[in-house]
Nanobody
Framework: QVQLVESGGGLVQPGGSLRLSCAAS????????MGWYRQAPGKQRELVAA???????NYPDSVKGRFTISRDNAKNTVYLQANSLKPEDTAVYYC?????????WGQGTQVTVSS
């Protein structure tokens, strides 16, 4: 069992930056693939970044070059550095831990990009 708690969301102007954090409790954090997803009103939840246990990362084209995912296994924490934010990045951002077919989700943190 893994419990995930996100933090770091908020209101930011277009072009600004935010750093989201996801603290995990439970066992064996280091073996999980960790991901950040987002869901905007009326839209499906989508992947924005993932990092494997070995450190390989994956991003969709919509955020590539602007978002960076990283993990600190000693702190059981995964981060999402989001730069050059756009209004279309506005969404609830969710942390995910995956091991095969098993997924755990955090409660989400709101990111609003607006002037």
């Amino acid at each position: 069992q893994v419990q995930l708690v996100e933090s770091g969301g908020g209101l930011v102007q277009p072009g600004g930056s935010l750093r989201l954090s996801c603290a995990a409790s439970g066992t064996a954090f280091s073996i999980y693939t960790m991901g950040w997803y987002r869901q905007a009103p009326g839209k499906q939840r989508e992947l924005v970044a993932a990092i494997t246990s070995g450190g390989r990362t994956n991003y969709p084209d919509s955020v590539k070059g602007r978002f960076t995912i990283s993990r600190d296994n000693a702190k059981n924490t995964v981060y999402l550095q989001a730069n050059s934010l756009k209004p279309e990045d506005t969404a609830v951002y969710y942390c995910n831990a995956a091991l095969g077919p098993v997924h755990y989700w955090g409660q989400g943190t709101q990111v609003t990009v607006s002037s």
